[in-house]
């Protein structure tokens, strides 16, 4: 390791030392206080965005609704996602940057799965809330149709780069397809791409996908979606739900319960059908 990055460290772990975060909340001192503080992701469309310098999106609504449900006030903060999720736990939930800001009383959008909270004895996840696919999306006057991998044949893919429709693809069929792989720096870029007529398939999470063509008005009849199983290590379905701080199991609890009573009355449907996004309800309900 160089002296300059032994340097660095040190002066990171000093800064750390010094800095004194406001702990993320148990229920009662969140309820004491009247606040809710919730990080979400930004640039994470249709889940949550910035639009003209609003939050908009499918969580940032969860978490209005999920502060009215605990008859708190909102504090909100969409926040950068880092390289993984367990670093994004250590930032927004337990430990907190240098500069000693506010720690999140709660995370959405975070993957629900066991592994992930076994290695973050820090964290208690919370009940999912949602069950994200990926998906493609295929133009009717490129192609005849669509329905498994070999029907790609010399279409081209638009796809963010490095995501895990990209991954999926690239691995497919030992790699048969990763010459017709398009990459592009965001989901939106490949969307525009595609619904400009530069490619004939574009892929990603159905959600985005969804999204993106209710926001173009179009619909099926032009652009079918197909979602396609594939074997291997890249998953192509995952339930997403929410992550609080493991002293803080009442606030975890409390926040399961009320996304159950939305997925059940239908309030988290009816949120995603804003977007244009058809509500995926994760299993068990």
């Not at 206080?33 to 609003?54: I, K």
């Not at 058809?278 to 299993?283: E, I, M, N, V």
């Amino acid at each position: 390791m160089s002296r300059s990055l032994t340097r660095r460290g040190a002066l990171a772990g000093l800064a750390a030392l010094a800095a004194s975060p406001a702990f993320a909340r148990p229920l009662d001192e969140a309820t004491a206080d009247g606040t809710l503080r919730v990080a979400l992701y930004a640039e994470n469309a249709p889940f949550s965005e910035m639009r003209d310098r609003q939050p908009v999106g499918i969580d940032v609504d969860v978490a209005r609704a999920l502060a009215e449900a605990l008859k708190l006030k909102l504090d909100l903060r969409l926040v950068d996602a880092g390289e993984n999720v367990d670093g994004d736990f250590r930032l927004n939930l337990w430990k907190g940057d240098l500069a000693g800001s506010k720690l999140a009383d709660l995370m959405l959008h975070v993957p629900n799965d066991k592994l992930l909270g076994i290695r973050n004895e820090q964290v208690f996840l919370v009940r999912p809330y949602f069950e994200q696919r990926l998906a493609f999306a295929w133009a009717r006057d490129k192609m005849e149709g669509f329905s498994s991998f070999p029907d790609i044949e010399e279409n081209q893919i638009a796809v963010e780069g490095a995501s895990a429709s990209d991954l999926q693809i690239l691995m497919a069929e030992n790699g048969r397809y990763r010459n017709n792989l398009k990459h592009f720096r965001n989901f939106d870029e490949a969307a525009k791409a595609f619904l400009s007529g530069e490619t004939a398939i574009l892929a990603g999470t159905r959600p985005a996908i969804e999204a993106a063509l209710f926001a173009a008005h179009v619909g099926p009849d032009r652009f079918p979606m197909v979602e396609i199983a594939l074997g291997g290590i890249v998953k192509t379905n995952w339930e997403l739900g929410g992550a609080v701080r493991s002293d803080s199991r009442d606030l975890g609890y409390a926040v399961g319960e009320a996304l159950g009573a939305m997925t059940e009355d239908g309030r988290l449907k009816a949120i995603c059908e804003r977007y244009g996004v058809t509500y995926a309800a994760p299993k068990g309900f």
